[in-house]
């Protein structure tokens, strides 16, 4: 694992396409950004490892797994 320090507003680039940004700290909460292109899944470890556990043990979500958790997610942005 790498660890790194970054203050707000600084970044750190993984690959050439992806860019995680450190928004904001306030005390124990970090705010990130990630800008990643839309075929790179990007999730919360805890969705991800619900949705892992649909799946055979140890094996990663599928594809059809990966899409019932983006739309879930797009029907929780749609406003209300």
């Known amino acids: 694992m790498l660890v790194l320090t970054r203050k707000p507003n600084q970044s750190i680039m993984i690959g050439d396409e992806?860019?995680?940004?450190?928004?904001?700290?306030?005390?124990?909460?970090?705010?990130?950004?990630?800008?990643?292109?839309?075929?790179?899944?990007?999730?919360?470890?805890?969705?991800?490892?619900?949705?892992?556990?649909?799946?055979?043990?140890?094996?990663?979500?599928?594809e059809e797994g990966m899409q019932e958790v983006e739309d879930a997610l797009d029907r929780l942005r749609e406003p209300s």
């Open 18 to 62: 992806i860019e995680v940004s450190v928004l904001s700290v306030a005390g124990e909460k970090v705010r990130i950004g990630i800008h990643a292109p839309q075929d790179v899944p990007v999730f919360r470890t805890e969705i991800y490892v619900e949705v892992g556990r649909e799946q055979a043990p140890g094996s990663a979500p599928s």
